[in-house]
């Protein structure tokens, strides 16, 4: 009646084990350590950077404890080390043999701090959970994206396509003039305007087109369809978020929190970062894109060999650093530059789609004309200093969608493509909230949510024992294992941990140890009605699991709405109240009815059970 198959002991085993072995990386806390990001939107951070990192060390005879791969949204490599002083010694040297020329740094070297866990845990993965801004310090920006401005940035693109679209058509009109958030183009007569509808209908596609009388003459009048609106917006807030990517690299920021908020707003939080004016002159750069002519000419190479740059040159390098001469003369910018994506073409090669607007086309086609064979590059300029993207050769005269070739990886299409998107914000931002934490108040909130966390676990523990004797005893255990199931899941999880996760935590606790009352009181109450211990047991466990069932599910509704609706720390909470739910449900059930069951399940003549005091009408059964 009362007895587990071997199995299911397996089962709490097993999670026990791995529980304790994700949990653990939490207690042994982080360890100084120095991180390695790219200090420009073309430089790119991959595993091999491990190995550089590592020569430069041994070199030196620096002693480290450990070196990691981060390929997250923001690749980086960092290094831990036994303490702080190994840790400044390593950022001078590491720094200096990554960036010859401190006025040209392609790496940012930053101090910084790693799990201190052992090797053999973090090869499982086993990493500590994330420290959130109020438990670390930092800065949070909450920053408005500008969506009119993205709207009349598209609209003017399409104002000088609509231009293009008639001139090649040979259609003659009176004028084309924005009036909001619509393009007008004025004609003579109809039969003009019935000509010019379909022209524009199917180079503007993202507009709908309607024809209207103005006295003699008529009006075809553009606006935006309203997918089209919202493509526009998510564009611009995937875009912004992509550049502050980028940018906050430069801050060595081991884990930034940058998310859209609602349908216009970015969160920026830097955990660790205690200079905002620093924050904000990163997050507030700027970057442009330009396309010249590559010269090739012997008197070009010649001189790059003996490091002259010819009158009407300017030399720039490449992402591999190979040093590169190209003509004064822009082509176009990245003003001109509407999009950028990744594919792939007819012989399922890697490449990447542009497309430009209507005056960057016009300029690309007479020049591609004239100039098929040779080379043009991209060139990405940020801090006032360029580096070329990409060079690839002209094969056909170009128009307002082109594709650049080479031998690209499908990884280097995608990364290539985000730069060319994010070199500069599509729409303005405002930065409407700032705050800052300072790492003393962090630490602080740590410590009391700690203690709070242990002040409330030892009196329900207190409590349990003394109400429910060996019973109680049971339900801390289980109640144990539900805190250790709950944080290795969000270590599992990588999660990041605050203020309100830790109160969500607490919580968890109190919801745990009344599933477990709700179990005790219903044993008592069969024991009351004469039964049998082990029946009582086993009806208890069985009759108590509808109710607790019940409560949980209407609690983590509660929840899941909180994580659907809520935003920033009531997401938070969110998480760890849901996920608290399910490990209580566990543990509460089937961890604490293996212990009952071990500990009573073999007995079969069982006279009573060490449950606490039960009181029956005329007599008190203990």
């Known amino acids: 009646m009362n007895r587990y198959a071997l199995w299911k002991y397996i089962v709490i085993a097993v999670a026990l084990v791995i529980g304790l072995l994700y949990a653990l990386p939490n207690v042994f806390g982080e360890a100084p350590a ?18 550089r990192v590592d020569d430069l060390l041994k070199k030196a005879g620096v002693a480290s404890t450990g070196l990691y791969f981060d390929a997250g949204q923001s690749p980086s490599v960092r290094v831990r080390f036994a303490d702080d002083e190994t840790q400044g010694k390593a950022k001078t040297l590491i720094d200096r043999g990554l960036n010859p020329s401190a006025d040209d740094a392609g790496y940012v070297v930053a101090l910084n701090s790693i799990a201190a866990s052992p090797r053999w845990m973090t090869s499982l993965h086993a990493l500590p959970m994330y420290l ?15 969506m009119k401005s993205a709207l009349a940035k598209r609209l003017d693109a399409l104002t000088g396509d609509a231009r293009s679209l008639l001139r090649d058509k040979n259609i003659r009109h009176n004028g084309i003039a924005k009036n909001g958030n619509a393009i007008e183009v004025t004609f003579t007569d109809a039969e003009t305007a019935a000509r010019a509808r379909p022209v524009l209908e199917d180079g503007l596609s993202e507009m709908a087109i309607t024809t209207q009388a103005d006295g003699a003459a008529t009006k075809l009048v553009a606006t935006f369809r309203p997918e089209a609106v919202k493509t526009v917006q998510d564009n611009a807030l995937k875009q912004n978020i992509g550049t502050l990517h980028n940018r906050v690299n430069q801050l060595g920021v081991s884990e930034p929190v940058i998310q859209q908020q609602g349908d216009d707003r970015i969160v920026v939080q830097l955990p660790g970062v205690q200079d905002p004016a620093k924050a904000k002159d990163i997050i507030g750069r700027t970057a442009t894109l330009e396309a010249r002519l590559v010269d090739d000419s012997s008197d070009a190479a010649s001189a ?15 992402r591999n650093g190979v040093p590169l001469l190209v003509r004064k003369q822009v082509i176009f910018s990245g003003d001109n530059l509407t999009d950028a994506q990744p594919g792939f073409d007819e012989n399922q090669q890697p490449d990447i789609n542009l497309n430009v607007d209507a005056k960057g086309a016009r300029a690309l086609r007479d020049f591609t004309r004239d100039n098929i064979g040779k080379r043009m590059a991209l060139i990405l300029f940020e801090k006032g200093r360029g580096e070329v993207v ?11 969608r082109f594709r650049i070739t080479g031998r690209f990886t499908p990884t280097e299409t995608t990364d290539t493509s985000l730069v060319l998107r994010s070199g500069s914000l599509a729409a303005p931002m405002e930065i409407i909230e700032e705050r800052s934490i300072g790492p003393s108040l962090g630490a602080d909130n740590i410590r009391r949510g700690f203690l709070s966390t242990v002040y409330g676990f030892a009196a329900i523990a207190v409590f349990m024992v003394l109400y429910y004797r060996l019973f109680g005893v049971i339900s801390v255990v289980a109640l ?5 199931f709950l944080i290795a899941l969000l270590s599992m999880l990588q999660a990041t941990l605050t203020l309100p996760g830790i109160a969500a935590i607490a919580l968890a606790l109190g919801m745990a140890i009344d599933s477990n009352v709700l179990i005790n009181e219903r044993i008592r109450e069969e024991l009351r009605q004469g039964k049998a211990p082990q029946a009582a047991i086993a009806e208890g466990y069985d009759r108590a699991f509808g109710t607790i069932l019940d409560s949980n599910i209407t609690t983590l509704i509660a929840g899941l709405a909180l994580l659907a609706f809520g935003s920033g720390p009531i997401r938070g909470f969110a998480v760890v109240h849901c996920l608290g739910i399910v490990t209580s449900i566990f543990s509460s059930v089937f961890v604490s009815r293996g212990l009952v069951n071990l500990i009573y399940g ?21």
Do not use: C, Y
Request: net charge positive.
């Open 132 to 146: 959130g801004l109020d438990l670390r310090g930092g800065v949070h920006f909450l920053m408005q994206v500008d």
């Open 602 to 622: 073999r007995k079969k003549k069982l006279a009573s059970v060490a449950i606490g005091q039960v009181w029956t009408p005329g007599a008190a059964v203990q």
């Open 480 to 484: 144990a294992s539900n805190l250790l």
């Open 390 to 400: 990409t060079a690839p050769t002209i094969q056909s005269e170009l128009g307002n």
């Open 34 to 51: 120095v991180q390695v990001s790219s200090g420009k939107a073309t430089v790119r951070i991959d595993a091999s950077m491990i190995n």
């Open 304 to 318: 790059v060999a003996q490091g002259t740059v010819p009158f009407g040159d300017d030399r720039f390098t490449d």
